[in-house]
C-alpha cells in the first residue's frame, strides 16, 4: 500500500479546564480521543459532528496549531507533531488552513495584496515580481479582480473574504487544506458558490481535504469518505454515500434523521434523540453516547465499544456489531480507505 | 458566594505581601542616610551610628526586611523619627478626616453620576446628553487643586459660605460638616463626572444587546427595561471604574486637604515628606496600599454581587 | 507599477487623523493642543518678556499693557512664566507618556500573547504598582529621589506603566483568538512578527486614545506635584507652581493663580476632548452616531 | 389581498426604511401576507433580505433612532398596530404577539435568573403576582420540558445550554398564550439534534393552543419540515408565497428556483450545485425595478420596474413577484 498523504494516528488531546484566578479546581476535558484516520492524495475527507465534539480541535492538531497530547501526524510519512521548529516551517507551506468566519480570518488593518504576499515573502519565495505574479494568480483562480489586492477586508462581502482567505491558503501551493466549516457562515447560495470553488480547486491541483462540517449536506456534496465525532471520538467512518444512506452507529442515524432536507415529503424526524449532548468535562462511562442511545443495552454503560472493521472501507465504534461482523482492528492500524 | 469571597480574600493576601514588600525597598533604596538626614551634616560619626542602630539601619538588609515584615503584619508601624510618637497614633488622629472626605465624595459622586450616566444614555445626542458630557468633560479636566482653589476663592472667601479653614471645632458636630461641604463636593463633582460618563457608554452599550429586545418583545415597560435589565448589566464596568478611580480619588484628596487646610493623611504625609519622617512615610504607604487592596477587594465583591457570571463560576 | 506595490498600510496614525477630522469636537481639541504645542515650542520668541527677570517694583502688580497677565511675587512676568511653564509641562509629560506607551504597551501585549503563568505573574506585579495612589507614588519617587525633571518623568512614567499595560494586554487577547492570527501560525510565522506585524495594529488605537487622555493626566500630576512643591526646583517656572505661589497671595493678587489656571484647563480640555473624540472614532460601537 | 377579520395577523403593504449615512432606504417594501389561527408560515430567505426586519416592524421593535415605518398596515385582529404608541405596544407585545430570537446566549438577561425572567412577561400582562406568577412561571418551563425546572427556576442563563435556553426563550414566548408567535431564526444557533428538538416542541405547542407562528429562516430544510405555507424574500422584496409542497415542487420565481437548485442535500448523491452569480446589490443601490433582475437568466426590459405580486392561474394561492413568470401562468398580469 502506498503511504497516504495524511495519516493520523491516536491523536489526542485534552484540556485543562482551569476555574478562577489561582487554578483552585481544575477538571480535564478530553477534547481529542484515540483519534486515528488517513487521507490520501487529492482526497477529500470530511469530519462531522456537531459543536464541541472534537473535530476542529482534531483539524488544528493537524496543523499543529495546538499542539497534541499523544499521537502521530504523518505527511507523506513525516512526522508532523515530532518535527523541530523549522522543519516545522517548512511543513507548513505544505498543509494550509480555512476558516470558517470569514470576519475574524482576515487582518483588518491588512490590504489583501499584504495579506497574500507576506507568506511568500516570510518563507523568501522568489523575488518581489514572482510574489507579485503568484498573488495574481491566485487571486485569479478564487474569482476575484486583481485590484482587490489594493482593498481592505472591510470593503468584501463574506463571500469575497471567503475567496479572499482560501486564496491565502492556496499560496503557498500546499498538498493539504484543512477547510474548517469552510460555508457554514454564508448563505445559502454563496455556499454554493464556494463549494463550486474548492471542488474546482481539488480537481485542478490534485488538493487533499480535511473538511470538517456539522452539515451533513455539505459533507455529501464535497467529501469521499467521512468521520463521524462524538465527544471527542470517531463513532463511524466509511465511504460518502455509504454512511449517509445506511449509517450504522445509532448516533450517526440520529444524526442524519435530524438534518433538514429540502422536501415536504421528507421531514425531519424530530424529537426522536431526547437529551443533549454531555459536557466533555463529564462524559458518560462506557460508550459516550448511551444516555441518549435508542438502543442502549447493559454493555454500553459500561465498557467503551472497541472498533469494528464491517467492511475494508468501513468501521464503527458500537456494541451493536459485536467483533463478528468484520475483522476487527485497532483503531490504529485501520487502513484509511 | 461565600466560596467566591473567600477566593478573593486569599487573593488579596499575596497581593498585600508584595506591597509591603515594594515599600520596603523603596524607602531603602532612595538616596540620603536617615540618619544625616535626621542629625544633619553637623553630626558626629558616633552619633550618626548610634541613630543608625536605633533604626536598624546597620543590620542586613534581609534582617531589617523580616524585621519590618513581622512588626508590620503585627500592627505595628513603628515610631515617627521626628515627633517619636507612635506612626498609627498620628495616623490614627487624622485617618477619620480623610475618611469622611473620600466616603462622601464617593457617595455624592454614585448618587449623582449614576443617574444622570442612565439620563445622557437614554436621551443621547439631545440637550441633557450634551450638557452631561460637557460637565463630564469638565470634571476630567480640572486638576483638584485648582477646582478647589475656585471653589474656595468664590464660597469661602467672596461668599463666607463655609470656613476657610475646613477643620471644625472639636465638639461641634454642625462645625465639622459645614466644612466638609466644600472639599467633599470638590472631590465629589470629580468623581460624579467619572462615573457619569462610565455609566452613559455601559449604558449605551448594554441597551443595543439583544437581550434587551428580548426585555422589550415581552411588553415589559420601557421604565423597566431601563432601570433593571440594562442598569444590572451596565453596572459591571461602572464598578471597575470606581474601582480603579479610588487611586485618582485618594490623591485628590491629598490635593484637596492642602488648599482646603483640612487635617488628613494627605497634610500628613507632606509634612512627613519635607521632614524625611522614614518611618512616617514608611507607615502611611503601608495604610494608603492596605485601603487600595481592601478597595480592590470590595470591588470584586461587588461584582460578585452585580454579576452572577462571576460568583457562580 | 504593480497595484500591489502601490498598496500601502492605512497605518493606525493615517486612520485616527481621518477620524479626527471628521469629529468636531475630535479636531477643536486637536487644535487646542497643537496651539499648546506651539506655544511652548516657541516661548523664547512669543514671550514679550524674560520669565526669570525680577523687578521689586513691579511686585505683584495687575495686569498692564506691558505684562497682559500682570506679575508675581518676584516682579516677573506671569505671561512669559506661562509660555515657559508649558514648555516643561509638555516636555516631562509627554517623554513619560511615550516611555510608558512603550514599556507598558510591549509588557501588555506580550502577557496577553503568551498567556498562562506569564500573564498572571506581570499582571499581579501591575496590580501590585496600582496599588499605591497615583499622586502619591509620585510624590515619594520625587521626595526621595530629588526633585529634577528626569526624577519627575521617572515619578509620572512609573504610575501610567501599569495602565498602558492594562490597555494593551485587554484588545490583545481578543484580537489573538481571532483566526487571522492562527492563519498566521499555520503559514509559519514566527510569534514576534504575529504580534509586531498583525497584533499591534489591532491594539494601536486604543493605546492612542489612552495616550491621548494620560497626556492630560500627566500634565495634571506633573502640576500637581510642583503645587505641592516638589515639582522642578524654583526659579523655573511651571504651572502647578505658579498657582501655588497665587495661593499664597490668594487675597492681595487673585489673578496669580487665575491665569496659570486658566492655561492648564485649556490644555486639559484640549487634551480631553481629543482622546474622547478619538474614542468615538475608534470604537465602532459608537462609530455609527 | 387578505381582508379577512379572522386572520390573527395580516400585513399589507408593509414598508420600513432605514437611515443610512443620512439618507433613507427602503429595507422592506410593500410586504403583505397573513397568517391563520394553527397556520405556521415560513418567511425564508437570505441574510439581508428582510425578513427580520418584517418582524421587528410588526413588533414595533425597529430602532427609532435609524429606523421607521414609512407605508402599510399591520392588522392584528383586525386593528392596525402601525400607529399605536409604544405604551400601547407594550400591552400588546409578549401578550397577543410575542417573539423568539436567533441568539439563545445573548438573547436572556445574564443577571437575572431565568424563572423571574419567565415570570416577568406575566407579571405586566396578567393579574398574577408573587407566588402564582412563579407557579405559573415554573409550570411553562416545565411544559416546555426544561428538566429539573423546579430546581433550576433560580438559576442564571449561563449554567444553561444553548437549546435550554432556546427553550427558557420559549416559555417567555408563550407565558401570556399569545395569538401569534414571531419565531426569528430560533434553531439556527443550536445544533442539528437540537434544532430537531426544538422544531418537534414548537410544532407541539402550536397544536395544542391553535396558536399562530411566524418562522423566519433561511434554511429551506427547516421550511420544508415546519412550514404550512412559505413565503419568500429576496432583497427586501416578497416575491412568492405557496403552501409549502406547492413551493419545492414548483418553484415559480426564478430566485426561488435557483435558491433549490444550490443546496448541497444530504439525501442526494453529489449532483452539481447551481450556484446563482453575483451577490445581493447593497441597500443603497437598490435598482427600483425587480431587486433580482441582475442576477437573473429570464431578464426581459419590463423587469425594471417593480412587479405585482400576483396569483397564479393554476392556484391563486401560489403567489409570485416576477413579470415574466406571472405572465406565463397568471390569471390576471
Known amino acids: 500500500m502506498t503511504t497516504p498523504l495524511l495519516d493520523v494516528r491516536n491523536l489526542s488531546k485534552t ?107 516570510v518563507h523568501g519565495l522568489g523575488s518581489a515580481r514572482k510574489i507579485l505574479e503568484a498573488v495574481r494568480m491566485v487571486l485569479a483562480e478564487v474569482g476575484m479582480p486583481i485590484d482587490a489586492a489594493n482593498k481592505y477586508p472591510h470593503e468584501f462581502s463574506g463571500g469575497q473574504r471567503q475567496r479572499i482567505g482560501i486564496a491565502r491558503a492556496l499560496v503557498l501551493r500546499p498538498e493539504l487544506i484543512v477547510a474548517d466549516e469552510p460555508v457554514s457562515a454564508l448563505d445559502v447560495s454563496i455556499q454554493a458558490q464556494i463549494l463550486v470553488l474548492l471542488r474546482g480547486l481539488q480537481q485542478r491541483h490534485n488538493l487533499s481535504f480535511v473538511l470538517i462540517s456539522h452539515d451533513l449536506g455539505v459533507v455529501r456534496h464535497f467529501c469521499s469518505t467521512v468521520s463521524v465525532m462524538y465527544l471527542g471520538r470517531i463513532v463511524e467512518r466509511g465511504p460518502v454515500p455509504a454512511i449517509f444512506d445506511e449509517p450504522l452507529h445509532p448516533y450517526t442515524r440520529a444524526l442524519r434523521n435530524a438534518s433538514p432536507v429540502p422536501d415536504p415529503k421528507a421531514k425531519v424526524i424530530m424529537g426522536k434523540l431526547e437529551g443533549e449532548v454531555a459536557s466533555a468535562l463529564s462524559p458518560p462511562s462506557g460508550c459516550h453516547f448511551h444516555p441518549r442511545c435508542p438502543h442502549v443495552m447493559e454493555i454500553c454503560r459500561g465498557v467503551y465499544p472497541s472498533w469494528v472493521q464491517v467492511a475494508p472501507d468501513r468501521g464503527v465504534a458500537c456494541h451493536l456489531y459485536p467483533a463478528g461482523i468484520g475483522s476487527t482492528v485497532s483503531a490504529a492500524a485501520a487502513p484509511g480507505r | 458566594m461565600l466560596p467566591y469571597i473567600v477566593k478573593r480574600l486569599l487573593v488579596a493576601v499575596p497581593t498585600l505581601l508584595a506591597v509591603l514588600t515594594v515599600v520596603f525597598f523603596f524607602v531603602r533604596i532612595a538616596p540620603g542616610d536617615p540618619a544625616f538626614i535626621i542629625l544633619g551634616d553637623q553630626a558626629s560619626p558616633q552619633a550618626l551610628a548610634a541613630v ?52 462622601s465624595a464617593l457617595v455624592i459622586g454614585v448618587v449623582i453620576g449614576l443617574p444622570l450616566g442612565v439620563a445622557a444614555a437614554r436621551h443621547r445626542n439631545e440637550a441633557l446628553d450634551y450638557a452631561a458630557r460637557l460637565f463630564s468633560l469638565a470634571g476630567l479636566s480640572f486638576p483638584a487643586f485648582v477646582s478647589a482653589i475656585m471653589l474656595l476663592l468664590a464660597f469661602a472667601i467672596e461668599l463666607h459660605w463655609f470656613p476657610v479653614i475646613s477643620e471644625g471645632r472639636p465638639g461641634d458636630p454642625w462645625s465639622r460638616v459645614n466644612a466638609l461641604v466644600l472639599p467633599a463636593v470638590n472631590l465629589g463633582l470629580i468623581m460624579v463626572a467619572y462615573v457619569m460618563r462610565v455609566t452613559r457608554s455601559s449604558m449605551l452599550g448594554v441597551l443595543g444587546e439583544d437581550y434587551i429586545r428580548t426585555a422589550r418583545s415581552k411588553g415589559v415597560p420601557a421604565r423597566v427595561v431601563i432601570w433593571r435589565h440594562a442598569l444590572g448589566n451596565a453596572m459591571i464596568p461602572v464598578v471597575t471604574v470606581v474601582g480603579l478611580y479610588l487611586g485618582v480619588l485618594i490623591g485628590n484628596s491629598v490635593l484637596t486637604e492642602i488648599v482646603f487646610n483640612r487635617p488628613g493623611l494627605g497634610k500628613l504625609i507632606v509634612n512627613s515628606l519635607n521632614q524625611r519622617d522614614y518611618t512616617m512615610l514608611e507607615g502611611l504607604m503601608v495604610i494608603y496600599a492596605f485601603f487600595i487592596v481592601i478597595a480592590n477587594l470590595l470591588t470584586d465583591l461587588t461584582y460578585g454581587l452585580v454579576d452572577p457570571r462571576v460568583s457562580q463560576r | 507599477m504593480s497595484v500591489i506595490a502601490v498598496a500601502t498600510g492605512r497605518g493606525a496614525w493615517a486612520r485616527l487623523g481621518a477620524g479626527i477630522r471628521h469629529h468636531k469636537m475630535a479636531s477643536f481639541g486637536a487644535g487646542i493642543v497643537i496651539l499648546m504645542v506651539l506655544s511652548a515650542l516657541l516661548a523664547p520668541w512669543l514671550a514679550p518678556h524674560d520669565p526669570l527677570e525680577q523687578d521689586v517694583l513691579l511686585r505683584l502688580a495687575s495686569p498692564s499693557a506691558d505684562f497682559p497677565l500682570g506679575n508675581d511675587s518676584f516682579g516677573r512676568d506671569i505671561l512669559a512664566r506661562i509660555l515657559w511653564g508649558g514648555r516643561v509641562s509638555l516636555y516631562v509629560s509627554t517623554l513619560s507618556v511615550l516611555i510608558a506607551i512603550f514599556v507598558g504597551g510591549a509588557l501588555g501585549i506580550l502577557a496577553g500573547y503568551i498567556g498562562g503563568l506569564f500573564d498572571r505573574v506581570l499582571m499581579a506585579a501591575m496590580d501590585v504598582l496600582l496599588s499605591f495612589p497615583t499622586l502619591v507614588m509620585g510624590l515619594l519617587v520625587v521626595a526621595m529621589m530629588g526633585p529634577t525633571v528626569g526624577n519627575l518623568i521617572l515619578a509620572i512614567t512609573l504610575t501610567a506603566v501599569a495602565p498602558f499595560a492594562r490597555i494593551a494586554r485587554a484588545p490583545t487577547l481578543t484580537v489573538k483568538e481571532r483566526d487571522f492570527v492562527e492563519a498566521g501560525r499555520a503559514l509559519g510565522f514566527s510569534h514576534l512578527r504575529i504580534m509586531v506585524v498583525h497584533i499591534l495594529p489591532n491594539v494601536l488605537d486604543d493605546i492612542l486614545v489612552m495616550g491621548a487622555l494620560w497626556l492630560a493626566t500627566a500634565i495634571r500630576t506633573e502640576a500637581s506635584l510642583s503645587f505641592i512643591g516638589l515639582g522642578v526646583r524654583p526659579p523655573t517656572a511651571s504651572w502647578g507652581g505658579m498657582i501655588r505661589e497665587g495661593f499664597e497671595n490668594i487675597l492681595d493678587a487673585p489673578w496669580l493663580a487665575i491665569f496659570p489656571s486658566i492655561a492648564i484647563l485649556v490644555v486639559m480640555f484640549g487634551l480631553n476632548m481629543l482622546g474622547d473624540g478619538l474614542r468615538d472614532t475608534s470604537d465602532p460601537r459608537l462609530r455609527h452616531e | 389581498m387578505s381582508e379577512a377579520g379572522e386572520l390573527p395577523l395580516a400585513v399589507d403593504g408593509l414598508t420600513t426604511a432605514f437611515r443610512v449615512e443620512g439618507r433613507w432606504y427602503d429595507a422592506i417594501r410593500d410586504v403583505s401576507f397573513s397568517v391563520a389561527r394553527n397556520e405556521t408560515l415560513a418567511l425564508v430567505g437570505e441574510s439581508g433580505c428582510g425578513k427580520s426586519i418584517t418582524a421587528l416592524s410588526i413588533m414595533g421593535l425597529v430602532p427609532k433612532a435609524n429606523g421607521r415605518i414609512t407605508a402599510g398596515r399591520v392588522l392584528l385582529d383586525g ?223 419590463r423587469c425594471a420596474t417593480m412587479p405585482p405580486l400576483v396569483g397564479l392561474a393554476v392556484d391563486p394561492n401560489h403567489q409570485v413577484r416576477c413579470w415574466v413568470r406571472a405572465a406565463d401562468e397568471s390569471v390576471s398580469a
Not at chain 1, 72 to 90: F, H, I, T, Y
Not at chain 1, 101 to 118: A, F, H, K, V
Not at chain 4, 230 to 238: I, K, Q, R, S, T
Open chain 2, 52 to 103: 543608625r542602630h536605633e533604626l536598624g539601619l546597620d543590620q542586613p538588609m534581609a534582617v531589617q526586611y523580616v524585621d519590618f515584615m513581622s512588626t508590620v503584619l503585627k500592627g505595628d508601624l513603628g515610631t515617627s523619627l521626628v515627633t517619636h510618637r507612635s506612626v498609627w497614633g498620628e495616623i490614627a488622629n487624622v485617618l477619620p478626616y480623610t475618611i469622611e472626605l473620600t466616603l
Open chain 1, 15 to 121: 484540556f485543562v479546564a482551569r476555574r478562577g484566578f489561582m487554578g483552585g479546581e481544575s477538571a480535564v476535558v478530553h477534547a481529542v480521543s484515540d483519534v486515528s484516520f488517513s487521507v490520501a492524495a487529492g482526497e477529500a475527507f470530511g469530519l462531522v459532528g456537531e459543536s464541541g465534539c472534537g473535530k476542529s480541535t482534531t483539524g488544528r492538531a493537524i496543523l499543529r496549531l495546538v499542539e497534541p497530547d499523544s499521537g502521530a501526524v504523518l505527511l507523506k510519512g513525516e512526522d508532523v507533531l515530532a518535527a523541530n521548529p523549522r522543519r516545522l516551517r517548512a511543513l507548513r507551506r505544505r498543509m494550509q488552513i480555512v476558516f470558517q468566519d470569514p470576519y475574524s480570518s482576515l487582518n483588518p488593518r491588512r490590504t489583501i495584496g499584504q495579506t497574500l504576499t507576506e507568506p511568500m515573502a
Open chain 4, 79 to 301: 386593528r392596525d398596530l402601525v400607529p399605536l404608541d409604544e405604551t400601547e405596544m407594550e400591552k400588546i407585545r409578549g401578550n397577543a404577539i410575542s417573539m423568539i430570537f436567533q441568539e439563545p446566549m445573548t438573547s436572556l438577561n445574564p443577571v437575572l435568573p431565568i424563572g423571574f425572567q419567565v415570570a416577568e412577561a406575566l407579571r405586566y400582562h396578567t393579574a398574577l403576582t408573587g407566588e402564582a406568577a412563579r407557579a405559573r412561571a415554573l409550570a411553562l418551563l416545565e411544559h416546555v420540558k426544561v428538566p429539573s425546572a423546579a430546581r433550576r427556576f433560580d438559576d442564571y442563563p449561563h449554567q444553561f445550554s444553548g437549546g435550554m435556553r432556546q427553550r427558557v426563550m420559549i416559555a417567555i414566548a408563550l407565558a401570556c398564550s399569545p395569538q401569534i408567535i414571531l419565531a426569528d431564526e430560533p434553531t439556527t444557533a443550536l445544533d442539528v439534534t437540537i434544532q430537531a428538538q426544538v422544531l418537534a416542541l414548537l410544532a407541539e405547542l402550536k397544536s395544542e393552543t391553535g396558536m399562530a407562528m411566524i418562522f423566519i429562516t433561511h434554511n429551506l430544510g427547516v421550511v420544508a419540515s415546519i412550514a404550512d405555507r412559505v413565503a419568500v424574500m429576496y432583497a427586501g422584496d416578497l416575491i412568492e408565497i405557496a403552501p409549502v409542497e406547492e413551493l419545492f415542487e414548483h418553484p415559480m420565481h426564478p430566485y426561488t428556483e435557483a435558491l433549490l437548485s444550490s443546496i448541497p442535500r444530504v439525501d442526494r448523491d453529489a449532483g452539481d450545485l447551481k450556484p446563482i452569480a453575483g451577490q445581493v446589490p447593497p441597500i443603497t443601490a437598490m435598482p427600483s425595478g425587480c431587486r433580482y433582475a441582475d442576477r437573473c437568466p429570464l431578464r426581459v426590459p
